[in-house]
């Protein structure tokens, strides 16, 4: 299995380009994942060996695939057409389709797992409907984003149906004012990554978190867990970072907590925070954050370029503002299926823009 993951990144590496080359933003990633790789040296999560690999392959991925000189544009719109298709099909028959799959005693044949899936797929939904508008027209568009809002709404991630309204609202937004709307969506990227630093001074203590009773039980938690691992931050991991997947660690060593507002124990940090920020800034410290935030100043120049075509606008918009709702408390970073898709959209996007200005 290694060796699948790494021929690729061999190959990615071998078609670099040389660093002076590379966007200031993409050396910023690269030496965050470097400091990743790094981290493992003293995280307390064991077997690094077996996980740690995979984001550096997958960097190195990426450069191989952005070498190709015309992305196969129909080749990924049909497969993701297929893809949504299936799980709309699995979300509105109640996992219908995963029941009929071996085997039978797996634990991810319900509609929790449906739901990750289309969460996956709606970091493709901009790509999708703007491939679908442009290949066969606006109404099949339309088309699709219906079935992406039937099985968000089917199923039980609240998540999934606030991404893709915020991305409809958003890319509607970009349709009228593009240069407002990609300032909009770029300052809710800001805010997100300010968020831990904001809740790191403000939160209530965990206690007082649990005893709450005025937010959904998932919002409770969410505070619950954020609290906690904000405050292990602040006690001794603030400059350097506790280490990659440090959280998955502090999940066992923080053990349950009772929501005495609802009656109910939970764990009082889950395997991930459901907020890569608060994740990074835990496990990388602010010199990981750092580079992150640096990343992101220097992306956000090349995004607010004035010489997107409108359509570019409204596809970029959407699926930044996807973006900050899913990262901001949903996935984690070590997610691979996630981080996975983020660069498949930004590979497809990559093709959709060569094949319009060919």
């Known amino acids: 299995m290694t060796a699948a993951y790494a021929l690729p990144a061999l190959i990615g590496l071998a078609k670099a380009p040389s660093v002076s080359t590379l966007p200031s933003w993409v050396i910023a990633l690269g030496l965050l994942v470097v400091y990743s790789v790094l981290s493992a040296l003293w995280t307390p999560q064991g077997g690094a060996a077996d996980w740690i690999w995979w984001q550096p392959v997958l960097f190195l991925v990426g450069f191989g695939v952005f070498q190709r000189p015309r992305p196969p544009v129909h080749m990924l719109m049909i497969g993701l057409s297929v893809a949504l298709v299936l799980l709309f099909v699995d979300a509105i028959t109640g996992s219908g389709i ?158 349950r907590i009772e929501l005495t507002g609802f009656g109910m124990e939970v764990s009082q940090v889950s395997v991930h925070p459901h907020n890569v920020p608060i994740e990074i800034l835990y496990e990388y410290g602010l010199v990981g954050y750092g580079l992150l935030v640096a990343a992101f100043l220097m992306a956000a120049r090349t995004v607010l370029r004035p010489s997107w075509s409108r359509e570019a606008c409204v596809a970029i918009t959407s699926l930044i503002a996807i973006m900050v709702v899913i990262f901001s408390v949903q996935t984690t970073m070590w997610n691979v299926y996630f981080s996975s898709a983020t660069l498949l959209t930004a590979y497809a996007f990559y093709g959709l823009l060569s094949e319009k200005a060919a």
């Open 98 to 255: 995963r029941a009929i799959v071996p085997p039978d005693n797996r634990p991810d044949k319900d509609a929790v797992a449906t739901a990750r899936g289309i969460g996956i797929l709606l970091m493709m939904m901009p790509f999708l409907v703007m491939a679908i508008a442009k290949h066969r027209g606006i109404s099949w568009a339309i088309g699709v984003l219906i079935i992406y809002m039937i099985a968000a709404i089917t199923l039980p991630v609240e998540a999934n149906v606030v991404a893709a309204f915020v991305g409809i609202a958003a890319g509607l937004l970009a349709f009228w004012q593009p240069a407002i709307a990609l300032r909009t969506v770029l300052a809710s990227v800001g805010v997100a990554l300010a968020v831990p630093f904001a809740f790191a001074l403000s939160l209530p203590p965990v206690q007082t978190l649990a005893a709450m009773s005025s937010l959904p039980t998932s919002s409770v938690h969410r505070l619950v867990i954020w609290r906690t691992v904000l405050d292990e931050w602040l006690a001794g991991q603030t400059l350097f970072g506790a280490g990659a997947r440090a959280t998955r660690a502090l999940s066992k060593e923080a053990g």
